[in-house]
């Protein structure tokens, strides 16, 4: 089924994202990842058949591959192992929802980028420079970087984040704490990347979302989806140019060819744009998994 709002009577809700709904059960948090999609910071009116599915058992995976790295917050990611009160609501959750440890988050953003893409290509191409980080003379958009580099930002709570240097990072956080997430956002990355490669995809640059539980470093939210990370098929991947991404692209495209005003309320979709949305996130699992969503 397609989810566009998760209703759950008599389960608190915590909490309304873009495209998550987050509600409180006992000591522990459930996130369920929706089929809403947004573009330019504007929710869509039409969901993406199969998205919070993906988003959710993507994230299952990677959480699972690197746990020996880093604790996450996953205590259950199936309804049979979820608290009776949800049982019920199995038709809405199964596959798109996570129970989850609630974890205090850091008010950081942990980016790590691998290839010269998006805004860092911009800046770049004006200083030089990403985010406080020289880079080598005369590279070409999408090219790959010597070495990933880690570009922390603000946490905005409306409107785009805000790159930050890992001082100022540390001026957040701390400085043992802005190391230590600095050190394993780079060590998942690597690890994810070189994986991810060897199935067909380039991780171009990814987002990483921590938070303190029980005083430890825990890795919370998403990990490496096609939400929070740029994916490109290796096949399609060239020098020079922005290759086509495995995740709302499609629809970013669209909405400029029709030259949208990027303000509420957004236009309506076509079937073929909606459906093309969905292959490519479907797409993104079966790659890296090696196998498809069910």
């Known amino acids: 089924m397609t989810l566009t709002q998760a209703d759950l009577p008599g389960v608190k809700r915590v909490g ?25 910071d504007v929710v869509l009116p039409d969901p993406i058949p199969d998205k919070g599915r993906v988003l959710t058992q993507l994230s299952r995976f990677w959480f699972e591959r690197f746990r020996d790295v880093v604790p996450n917050h996953v205590v259950a990611t199936a309804v049979a192992d ?20 609630t974890a205090r988050p850091l008010p950081v953003e ?26 080598p003379a005369g590279m070409k958009q999408a090219e790959k970087l010597p070495e990933p580099i880690f570009t922390p930002s ?25 190391r230590k997430i600095r050190e394993v956002s780079l060590i998942v990355y690597r690890r994810a990347a070189e994986y991810a490669l060897k199935q067909g995809i380039i991780i171009a640059d ?11 470093l825990m890795w919370i939210d998403e990990a490496l989806t096609p939400d929070s990370s740029r994916f490109w098929g290796v096949s399609e991947y060239k020098v020079g140019m922005s290759p086509p991404s495995f995740d709302k692209q499609f629809v970013r495209d669209y909405l400029l060819s029709i030259k949208w005003d990027k303000k509420p309320p957004a236009p309506r979709l076509p079937a073929e744009v909606i459906s093309g949305t969905t292959e490519r996130y479907r797409e993104a699992y079966r790659l890296i998994t090696g196998t498809a969503l069910e």
Request: aromatic share 10%; glycine share 12%.
């Open 16 to 40: 309304k994202g873009k495209v998550r709904d987050i509600f409180e059960v006992g000591e522990h948090l459930l996130i369920v990842a929706t089929d809403r999609l947004s573009a330019f």
């Open 82 to 101: 979820f608290p009776e009160v949800l049982k019920p609501y199995a038709g809405q959750l199964e596959g798109r929802s996570m129970l989850a440890r």
């Open 110 to 135: 942990c980016v790590v980028r691998g290839y010269l893409a998006g805004s860092g290509w911009n800046d770049y191409q004006k200083t030089g420079v990403v985010c406080g980080i020289h880079l």
């Open 154 to 178: 603000t946490k905005a709570t409306s409107g785009h984040d805000e790159n930050i240097t890992q001082e100022q990072a540390a001026a957040l956080v701390g400085a043992d704490v802005a």
């Open 206 to 216: 990814t987002k990483f979302e921590f938070g303190l539980y029980q005083g430890k």
